[in-house]
């Protein structure tokens, strides 16, 4: 397979993920009604975990003593993500947490610099202000810095890790193990989070369940092992740009299930960020044919 068409199939099956996240928040907003947020995690991710444990045992014996720790270490980060991201959501509106959590654009690059020494052309930096800027038309309608929000900042910080830490060291033969070992360190720090309450209640009804099952096994497993897979394809602050398109489908399916109500904020924050992605997407392609063209013109 050729790197442009490896990207490519990166970049759809992320944005594949990214559309079944989005697919989330309607049930999600249900289910949290009727159980505690931190339950609800932790029997997602345990379900999920499990799961992965049991079909991927061989690759996650072939990881390697290295791979294994560190995929545990990844899986821990997004784990406590969750844990911040839902404590912070308690604390404040739903619109403003999309933000702040979605603020992972701009510190990716930050981190992927400091940590790295990754740098990014001027195209990407320029899809990241974008990318900010249509987070804040979808989501914000006032701002104000509270506990809740520094939670969720510190939940952004640690996804944004996450994704700098993973496109460092996924690799595409280690996808089946590493996203195996990341759901077993997220099961592990939700689990953990539900100890002052007793442990984990399960879902209280069939419904219930039939959410939690969806969540588990289609926007837990399936994606974790859909990311790790597409992280070893292309850079780290390429990949959260595509991943801010998670409003963007969340919006989108508020509206087609009648939840919601388009409207011009929709649009424009939606456009911005489409427009975002684009760039990265195409700047990199415009890139690799300018040497061929500039040839053959010399020639």
């Known amino acids: 397979m050729s790197e442009a068409k490896g990207s490519g199939l990166a970049t759809l099956g992320l944005l594949a993920v990214t559309a079944v996240w989005g697919s989330t928040f309607v049930m999600i907003k249900d289910v949290v009604g009727r159980m505690l947020p931190i339950d609800f995690l932790a029997v997602r991710f345990t379900i999920a975990a499990v799961l992965m444990l049991l079909c991927f045992a061989l690759p996650l014996r072939r990881l390697g003593r290295t791979q294994t720790w560190r995929g545990l270490a990844l899986g821990v980060l997004y784990g406590v993500a969750q844990w911040l991201q839902t404590e912070g959501l308690a604390l404040t509106s739903p619109s403003v947490s999309g933000f702040v959590t979605g603020m992972y654009v701009v510190i990716t690059p930050i981190l992927a610099l400091l940590l790295f020494r990754q740098r990014m052309p001027a195209t990407t930096w320029v899809a990241v202000l974008l990318a900010t800027l249509g987070l804040g038309v979808l989501a914000l309608n006032g701002f104000s810095v509270d506990l809740g929000v520094l939670l969720t900042l510190g939940s952004a910080a640690l996804y ?124 990199p392609r415009l890139r690799r044919r300018r040497p061929a063209e500039s040839l053959h013109h010399d020639v």
């Open 160 to 283: 944004a890790l996450h994704i700098v830490g993973l496109g460092h060291w996924s690799k595409p033969g280690d996808a089946f193990g590493m996203s195996a070992i990341q759901m077993v360190g997220i099961a592990a720090v939700c689990l953990l989070a539900t100890l002052p309450h007793h442990g984990p209640a399960l879902p209280p009804d069939r419904s219930a369940w039939m959410a939690v099952l969806y969540m588990a096994l289609v926007a837990g497993a399936l994606a974790m092992l859909v990311q790790t897979w597409a992280q070893a394809h292309m850079p780290a602050t390429r990949a959260a740009i595509v991943m801010t398109t998670e409003p963007v489908f969340a919006a989108g399916f508020a509206v087609a299930l009648g939840v919601d109500q388009l409207t011009m904020r929709m649009l424009g924050g939606g456009g911005l960020v489409l427009v975002a992605m684009y760039m990265v997407e195409l700047a």
